[in-house]
């Protein structure tokens, strides 16, 4: 009789054994395949409306990392469309309003992270200060390591303060389009695309460099256009607010290059500084772009240094 109870039992018990693997192999296997959505960014734009974008990672990874991280960081808040053609583009998201700056990676670190994570330290140290970084008040001292860095924070009164302009540092990001090299990018440049801008270097011979050139403005298409295929990294679509995104796009400028005749003098703004055609008599503002990544980390960008033409044009 014991030994049918100890049988029963060990059946029962391999039967449960079985029914847990079974159970824990359909968590993994459900979320393996679980059909997580892609991240959807709201912009809200004064006086327009709200502009939702559907954002594609399978399609340009690095570029939409970049752009949720600035986003939810709240570095686009303020910024505004500074140049707007219909049948074309709407272009926005200039840093501090100047359309000639990056990004620092202060956009996109917190200090107190960085110091506390080795690989991020490490690879910033080498990328951006060859490996080899002055303290901001104590030029006698160059740090090297990670390590170096850790036991001059802890031994130093305020030490963490002397590593205040670390990140002070402008960035670009590699263009993901099929030009240069991201395959995988098939994104055409149809009307509700948003795309990053870039600067265009090819005239003077450093045609990767521009390629690689883009940091935070971006652009919407309000129109097809297949010039673009290939040569920008197209990242999502919008899904509602087509609409607001043609209002702005038939904005008040303060003129179209084909305005002007052959004897006409630019404008100027009340600092005598040319104006650039297409720019908005009224900017309209971006309130703040948040981003609904529905869990998922996409983490920081792959960064590189700003390319500096002037300096390999004139050496200086």
């Not at 948040?290 to 044009?313: I, W």
């Amino acid at each position: 009789m014991n030994k049918i109870i100890v049988r029963i039992l060990l059946i029962l018990g391999i039967l449960l054994a079985i029914a847990g693997i079974v159970f824990v192999s359909y968590g993994v296997y459900k979320k393996a395949t679980l059909d997580i959505p892609n991240p959807v960014a709201t912009m809200e734009v004064e006086g327009y409306g709200t502009i939702k974008i559907e954002l594609y990672p399978d399609k340009a990874p690095n570029t939409v990392a970049n752009f949720i991280r600035l986003a939810n960081r709240g570095f686009y808040n303020g910024t505004t469309f500074h140049r707007t053609m219909p049948n074309f583009v709407i272009q926005g998201g200039a840093k501090d309003g100047d359309t000639t700056a990056s990004p620092t990676l202060s956009d996109i670190y917190d200090l107190d992270n960085v110091l506390n994570d080795k690989n991020t330290f490490e690879t910033i140290l080498e990328e951006y200060y060859d490996g080899e970084y002055t303290l901001d008040d104590d030029a006698s001292t160059v740090i090297t390591s990670y390590s170096q860095m850790k036991s001059y924070v802890k031994n130093t009164e305020n030490g963490q303060s002397y590593f205040d302009n670390f990140l002070n540092q402008e960035y670009t990001i590699e263009g993901e389009f099929i030009a240069n090299g991201y395959e995988n990018n098939n994104l055409k440049h149809e009307a509700g695309v948003i795309s990053m801008a870039r600067s265009d270097y090819s005239y003077y011979g450093y045609t990767a460099e521009g390629y690689n050139s883009a940091g935070c403005q971006f652009f919407i298409m309000t129109e097809d256009n297949s010039t673009l295929d290939g040569v920008y990294s197209a990242f999502g679509k919008v899904t509602e607010g087509m609409d607001i995104v043609e209002e702005i796009a038939n904005v008040e400028v303060y003129y179209r290059d084909e305005d002007l005749g052959e004897d006409d003098e630019v404008p100027t703004d009340e600092d005598g500084n040319e104006i650039s055609s297409d720019t908005p008599i009224e900017q309209p503002v971006i309130t703040s772009i948040t981003v609904e990544t529905y869990g998922v980390d996409y983490g920081a960008p792959e960064t590189m240094q700003l390319f500096d033409l002037y300096s390999s044009l004139f050496g200086y």
